[in-house]
């Protein structure tokens, strides 16, 4: 049910230069070393933000916990906001921490779309000096 | 005279994460905008840095003035210290301000090797405190 992130990062990078944050994608390959990076990185002198992109048709997205754990150490050492950016079809982008998704049995992650609309920031939240108003 | 930087941009990325600073290279295409990207962006929760890469065999470069100008336009957008990153031949990779390049009579930069040296820093510099110290 994931589509391929490709056309969803390229929307969400035009996005953030729309909310004047210089944002730049991840190279296609992996780049230069074996490190893990983020599908987005984007800053406005104030704000940095990390992004890892999910994209999905249906009402449920899984994340594999080693993306979650590149996700915050390269955060952690760049100095940015790690966040995952959520696209349900038909919705808005919505954006969580880490710490907002539920674990699965497998120890993997897992995001709803209800715990998204709870738990979740938009595009104003992240990129404003008030993040920490709740999407609902 | 110039090279391609791919391989280059590839080790200044490795030689940046080796120097604690999380590290990424601009995608290949452009990306989703026509926005100016620099080669390699990098931070480490202090100093965050946006890089122009050029390699050359010989003893002068010459840079584009529409370069120079996008990389400060993101670089000021992005909040990051914009340097060119060069490499001549045989010699440690040295880093200029755009201030500290010369114009060409047709209006774009040049960087002669003699003042590669005497204005430019080495990536210690710019990933430390001291980011004053010139390199020679």
Same mark, same amino acid.
């Given at each position: 049910m994931v589509r391929d992130g490709s056309r969803g990062e390229r929307d969400l990078v035009k996005l953030l230069w729309e909310k004047d944050f210089a944002a730049?994608? %991840?190279? %296609?390959? !992996? !780049?230069?070393? $074996? $490190?893990?990076?983020p599908d987005?990185? %984007? !800053?406005? +002198?104030e704000?940095?933000? %990390?992004i890892e992109v999910k994209m999905t048709s249906g009402e449920r997205i899984y994340i594999d916990s080693g993306k979650i $754990? +590149?996700?915050?150490?390269?955060?952690?050492?760049f100095g940015a906001e790690p966040y995952i950016g959520v696209k349900f079809r038909y919705r808005d982008w919505i954006f969580l921490s880490p710490s907002d998704l539920e674990m699965t049995p497998s120890e993997n992650y897992r995001l709803d779309l209800d715990i998204a609309l709870e738990r979740g920031r938009d595009i104003h939240e992240i990129t404003g000096r008030e993040r920490q108003t709740r999407l609902r």
């Open positions: 730049m994608r %991840a190279p %296609a390959s !992996g !780049g230069a070393t $074996k $490190k893990p990076l987005i990185i %984007a !800053g406005n +002198g704000i940095y933000l %990390a $754990k +590149g996700l915050l150490e390269f955060s952690e050492m």
